[in-house]
Every structure is written in structure tokens, then in C-alpha cells.
């Protein structure tokens, strides 16, 4: 994928850029259940932002979860309108379930409000076409809530790649995901959640090697999915409102899936994602270049690193070698850093930290898995001009 490309998705030069002297960030919070946990607990710990507003749908939610964090002064709204039409906002954390997250994004684009959207990006293609195209008119920008992108292994699968070490790279098999590891609530239902495990823990999978190989743009895809295990009161799990029978019966969204990807540049992607199977991993990731290949060791629950020690293979000298790369450690936790670099991006005027140029393309794979699966047989991928 050449950046000309890309480059058709860039903002122009025109951000909303906060000052930093005279005033704290001022950043709303739409949606307060179970990931907003995260937003909250990182803003309070930046000294320059203030959060002054929450809303949820929910009566009585959105103050409840204020109240447990002692924001007791901070105003609360019963929708992402009401909030964003009665606060002066910097930039607002989108944490609704799936199937909202097109409504308050726009919204708040149209408003010129920076927006770090969680993941994934939407449920359908369509929908983050839609909050591309605001955010192409808006003079504020979307960042996604892709943590991993922070973590120094991630970083470095990277930097291999783009080192040329690799050579030209011609395949690639990711994935990963868990033996036993269904969510609740929210995730398991299509009117809230609209997809499961390719959403879930799947747009994280497949943004750490497309990432790494320059965000090239998907063709084809061969998908499937199954949901045998959340569906059966055998592997389901109960929650403090649903017994394991109740949370198998209101489960209708993918707990597996797996897709057979054709890539810009003649790059072959092998994807398999898991909620709940009878294996611990379906396999590691690997990338395939024409000098060397690279293996990341998978992890147990998709926890935004590797792993393990990845392991370059190549030959030197005529002699089959292999080099270790040690894991490296994080300064800091990956979600702050995620909020870290949305406040800075927004108050430097600097360019979205995982911008919605490159999220796209991983939707537009997630969608397109989806169709397939479907349709039962391959599909060409065909993503709409921004």
C-alpha cells in the first residue's frame, strides 16, 4: 500500500489545536460501562485533563460509575447529544457497546470535537465509511482504541518488518484468541455487540501485522464463523443478571471465525480468531518474507503484547540461523499511553495516533469476513471512496 494511497483518507491541514497554557483538557465520556472504567481511571491520572461530563443511556448509570471514582461534580446526561450540546468540549471517549459507536463519533465530529473511539472501529464497513467521511469534513480527527500499537514488541515486529530483514513479505498466519474466554453482558448479543470475537480481540490480531506491513488494502476474502461454544449452556458462562442457560440463549454473535485474505501487493493473510474452542491457541503468528520469516509467539488472552521471545529465521553464510528478540517492557501501561497520545496529538495539532485511514481497511476485512460467511464462498472486497 503506498502512502499516495493512504494519503486519499488524510485529514487536511486544518486540526483543532488546544492550547496548553490557561485551562485543563475538558473531555466528555460516552457510554460508562465496563472499558469507560479504563478511560476514566487514565485521564485522572494526566494532570492536564479535566472530565466534565459523562452520559449513558442508562438512567442512573452514568452517575453511579462517576460517583465510584469521587467525580461527584462532574455532570451527567442521559445521551451523547445532550452531553456534547451542553459542554465545551476538547474531545470525547466513545464506550458504547458496538452498535452505537457511529452516532455520538459523527456527532461529535460535526462539532469539531476530537474523538478516541474505542474499538472495534464499527460493525459494518458502512458505518465507518459514514464516520470517515465526517471526520474528512470536520476540523477534528478519530483516533481508534488500539492499545497494543503502544507496546515496545509490537513496535518492533515493525521495525523488522520495515528494516527489510525480512525481505518481501508474501504471507502471513495470525490470530490467536482463547480455550474459554466469552464475555458478557453487552458482547454477546448482535443488537448490542453485532460481532463477537472478530470484534472483540479479531481487529487487534489482524491491526498487529497489517500494521507492520504498511496497512495494505484487502481484496478478497474467504470467511467463516461459528458460535457452537457460547451457545451451548454447557460452555456458557452466568453473569449477575443472566443464569448460563439465559446467556446461551441470548448468544447470536460469532465466538470463532477464521478467513483466507488477499492482499494489495500479493500478500497472502491466513486469520483465525477464537472466543472459546477446544485448543489453546489456533496457532502463532508468523510472516513469510523472501529473506528471513519472523514467528510471535501467541499469547494465552489477546492482552495487547506477544507472547513470548519472537524468533527470526533466516540463513547465513549457508547455514540455517536463528536470532531471538528479547521481550522488551513497557514504561508505562498500554492504556495510558493510548490516552497519552490522543491529548497530545489533539493539543500539538498532530495527525490522529491510529487514524481512521488504516482502521478502515481492518474493518472492511471484519465486514468482509462476515459477508463471506454468509454468502458461504469468497468475496471481493470493495471499500467506498472517502
Known amino acids: 500500500m503506498s502512502d499516495a494511497v493512504l494519503g486519499q483518507f488524510k485529514q487536511p491541514e486544518k486540526e483543532k489545536v488546544i492550547s496548553s497554557e490557561g485551562r485543563k483538557f475538558r473531555v466528555g465520556i460516552i457510554g460508562t460501562g465496563w472499558i469507560a472504567e479504563s478511560h476514566i481511571e487514565s485521564y485522572m491520572n494526566q494532570p492536564d485533563v479535566e472530565i466534565v461530563a459523562a452520559a449513558d443511556l442508562i438512567p442512573g448509570k452514568a452517575r453511579a460509575k462517576l460517583d465510584h471514582y469521587g467525580l461527584t461534580n462532574v455532570r451527567c446526561y442521559n445521551s451523547h447529544k445532550e452531553l456534547i450540546d451542553n459542554e465545551e468540549l ?53 483516533s481508534l482504541g488500539f492499545q497494543p500499537r503502544f507496546d515496545e514488541n509490537m513496535k518492533m515486529i515493525k521495525k523488522i518488518v520495515e528494516s527489510g530483514a525480512l525481505g518481501e513479505v508474501y504471507y502471513i498466519q495470525t490470530g490467536g484468541g482463547r480455550r474459554r474466554g466469552i464475555p458478557g453482558s453487552t458482547f454477546i448479543e448482535d443488537k448490542t455487540g453485532g460481532i463477537g470475537a472478530l470484534g472483540d480481540i479479531g481487529c487487534y490480531s489482524l491491526d498487529m501485522v497489517l500494521n507492520a506491513v504498511g496497512y495494505p488494502k484487502p481484496l478478497t476474502v474467504s470467511g467463516y464463523t461459528s458460535n457452537f461454544f457460547g451457545t451451548n449452556p454447557l460452555y456458557s458462562i ?129 465486514d468482509g469476513i462476515m459477508k463471506s460467511a454468509e454468502a458461504g464462498k469468497e468475496i471481493e472486497i470493495q471499500i467506498p471512496e472517502i
Open 238 to 366: 452466568p453473569d449477575q443478571d443472566h443464569t448460563a442457560e439465559e446467556n446461551a440463549a441470548r448468544f447470536n454473535v460469532d465466538d470463532f471465525a477464521a478467513a483466507f485474505i488477499r492482499l494489495e501487493g500479493g500478500i497472502i493473510l491466513d486469520f483465525r480468531i477464537s472466543w472459546a474452542m477446544h485448543l489453546d491457541t489456533p496457532g502463532d503468528t508468523v510472516i513469510l518474507g523472501k529473506k528471513a520469516a519472523l514467528r510471535i509467539p501467541s499469547t494465552e488472552c489477546w492482552n495487547g503484547t506477544v507472547g513470548g521471545e519472537m524468533t527470526l529465521y533466516t540463513d547465513t553464510a549457508g547455514l540455517r540461523t536463528e536470532t531471538k528478540i528479547p521481550i522488551l517492557k513497557a514504561s508505562k501501561p498500554l492504556f495510558e499511553m493510548k490516552i497519552r497520545s490522543f491529548l497530545d496529538a489533539v493539543k500539538e495539532g498532530k495527525p490522529a495516533p491510529v487514524p481512521s485511514s488504516q482502521i478502515l481497511y481492518n474493518q472492511a476485512i471484519i
Open 90 to 142: 476538547d474531545g470525547v471517549s466513545v464506550c458504547t457497546y458496538n452498535r452505537q459507536h457511529k452516532d455520538p463519533t459523527i456527532y461529535a465530529l460535526e462539532r469539531n470535537i476530537h474523538v478516541l473511539l474505542e474499538k472495534p472501529f464499527t460493525v459494518t464497513l458502512d458505518e465507518a465509511v459514514e464516520i470517515c467521511r465526517a471526520e474528512k469534513k470536520s476540523k477534528a480527527f478519530v
